[in-house]
């Protein structure tokens, strides 16, 4: 069965420090693809890739518009494009904001799960209103591992609640939790797909 190389992190308000504390615990053999979108402005989405880079020992870039993407690498969207993917590549859009972003993070997290399906690990992390939950039902629907920022730990508890209220999350942890349980789940082998939900069962967060 295929291993869960496929990484998909998405956060908002106060992302940033718990983005830095994982990518800070990744060890240099880490064997998935890391694929980030955080709500900022651009001059501050270019402090955080420098922060990234500086944090551990993952290389993290700015992604670009047909890339292979490779294991033990961390791809960052860049300002103003939707980061998806597709096809075994990495494109960019210059779609309709979405959630009043781009990029935004459930283009990320829907493509990665139609494109990956069980591969597929989507994290949530802190901030605000609900933007990632309906990206990580899809990730659910489609037999992915979901994986939320405990609310009680983040600094804006809006999204990783959101996703908790409407998806059976299959992980909740603290910030400094996270890192560890992400190398746990791309060291697993002989992964069993889990079932993938019924369509009946899909959630959605807009009320």
Not at 21 to 35: M, N, R, S, T
Not at 57 to 79: M, R, W
Not at 180 to 198: F, G, K, N, W, Y
């Amino acid at each position: 069965m295929p291993r869960r190389d496929i990484v998909v992190i998405g956060g908002s308000a106060g992302s940033v420090t718990p983005l830095i504390e994982i990518v800070k615990a990744l060890p240099q053999d880490f064997a998935a693809c890391i694929f980030i979108v955080v709500h900022l402005q651009p001059q501050n989405t270019s402090k955080l890739l420098s922060l990234l880079h500086r944090a551990g020992v993952l290389e993290a870039k700015f992604t670009s518009d047909g890339e292979v993407p490779q294991p033990g690498h961390i791809y960052v969207a860049p300002p103003d494009k939707h980061l998806l993917l597709e096809n075994g590549l990495i494109r960019l859009s210059v779609d309709a904001q979405e959630n009043g972003f781009r990029p935004a993070i459930d283009p990320l997290f829907c493509a990665a799960a139609h494109a990956y399906e069980s591969r597929v690990i989507g994290v949530l992390l802190s901030g605000l209103l609900d933007d990632g939950t309906l990206g990580l039902a899809a990730v659910k629907r489609h037999g992915g591992i979901t994986v939320v920022q405990n609310p009680d730990d983040a600094e804006f508890s809006s999204m990783p609640q959101s996703a908790i209220d409407h998806i059976k999350i299959d992980h909740i942890r603290s910030q400094v939790e996270l890192a560890a349980l992400l190398v746990e789940l791309t060291s697993e082998t002989d992964v069993a797909p889990i079932p993938r939900e019924e369509e009946s069962s899909r959630s959605t967060r807009k009320t």
